[in-house]
């Protein structure tokens, strides 16, 4: 795939359809609702602080995948928080049918202090083989977010690169990481205090969690033509050798970080075998629909209308980390209004 080098002209004459999402860590209408839930307690901190750079914790609650094919972008938002230490996001994307990696190989491009190269061995679902990824991690003073991106070919190999940063002003400003080599955003919004608990006996659920990790790919990017895309993401240690309890597809129930070899330890030649855990470690695009509510009941009807328009209303103002404030400001206001317009009609509609 002789991708990388001849993208950026391709990008700039995409043109995206769906021009109500901005990439600014928080979900928007246009993604409609999660195709993947956690069920699994953190075991890398449940975050409390409640502001959008700095976090306590890390936690991946919810997982949406959407292809924009007429605009040449791929959107992934995994609802949660990166705890500010710079723990890793690893990222995979399984889009070319018949192409990729079940098990890393040792051969990939050198990102990220050669950090992909470190996961060689991790064996993923049987029908899950990715073809690109994308790695990202914040932390520092002002906080800040890095990323990078590789191919993933068969025989290993290919391209990888560092896409660059993107700085918090401040704790209650966005931030966008804005690659202008390749096309890719990225933007996180850690204000979330919900989700999972960091409570083995207690969980909670990831469902209704609408900030967090957001991340744009131009298609070209990853050789993608047609067909499901498949995404699998997980929370590593900040030398990506210590994997966390947070994967999307979730853990079983109850189970613990993973470590190194998938156990919660470490020997140095084992590494963390997914076909040997209960259920899928990713995502699809072909998935069902996941979580009992959708974006903008806030009723719980079943249906988006005046009735949740109603509710809004009654929070009209300051409200952070309220239900109704839908896009995350700390402010129930007309941009919640509008989202919840654009996702007016039934659940999963």
């Known amino acids: 795939m002789k991708l990388f080098a001849s993208c950026t002209a391709v990008i700039a004459l ?34 409390t602080d409640g502001v959008k750079s700095f976090a306590n914790g890390s936690e991946l609650n919810a997982g949406w995948v959407k292809v924009d094919a007429a605009g040449g972008y791929l959107y992934i938002f995994l609802s949660g928080n990166m705890e500010s230490n710079f723990n890793k996001l690893e990222l995979f994307v399984d889009c070319v049918a018949g192409e990729g990696q079940n098990t890393l190989l040792s051969t990939n491009p050198d990102v990220d202090f050669n950090g992909l190269n ?59 990481l804005d690659d202008q080599t390749y096309g890719c955003q990225l933007s996180i919004n850690n204000s979330n205090k919900d989700g999972v608990s960091g409570d083995s006996a207690n969980p909670g659920s990831g469902c209704g969690v609408a900030t967090g990790i957001e991340i744009k790919i131009p298609l070209v ?6 067909g499901d895309i498949k995404v699998m993401a997980f929370i590593n240690g900040g030398g990506h050798d210590y994997a966390s309890n947070q994967v999307l597809g979730s853990l079983p129930a109850g189970s613990g970080n993973l470590g190194g070899n998938g156990t919660g330890g470490w020997d140095g030649s084992t590494h963390v075998d997914f076909t040997a855990i209960a259920g899928n470690q990713y995502f699809s695009t072909a998935d069902a629909d996941t979580c009992a509510a959708c974006f903008g009941d806030l009723d719980d009807s079943g249906d988006v209308g005046s009735g949740d328009v109603a509710l809004l209303l009654l929070d009209y103002g300051p409200c952070p980390n309220c239900p109704a404030d839908l896009d995350g400001s700390g402010n129930v206001d007309f941009g919640d209004v509008a989202l919840v317009l654009l996702s007016t009609g039934p659940c999963g509609g």
């Open 221 to 226: 990017l990853t050789g993608w033509s047609s």
């Open 118 to 176: 470190k996961l060689a061995g991790t064996k993923f679902d049987a029908d899950f083989a990715p073809d690109f990824y994308v790695t990202t991690t914040l932390g520092g003073t002002p906080t800040t977010q890095y990323a990078n991106i590789a191919q993933l070919l068969t025989a290993g190999g290919g391209v990888g690169a560092y896409i660059g940063n993107g700085v918090f002003a401040n704790s209650s400003s966005n931030n966008l």
């Open 14 to 47: 995409a043109s995206s359809a769906f021009g109500q999402i901005a990439i600014d860590g928080s979900v928007d209408a246009d993604y409609g609702n999660p195709k993947a839930s956690q069920s699994c307690h953190t075991g890398f901190g449940n975050a």
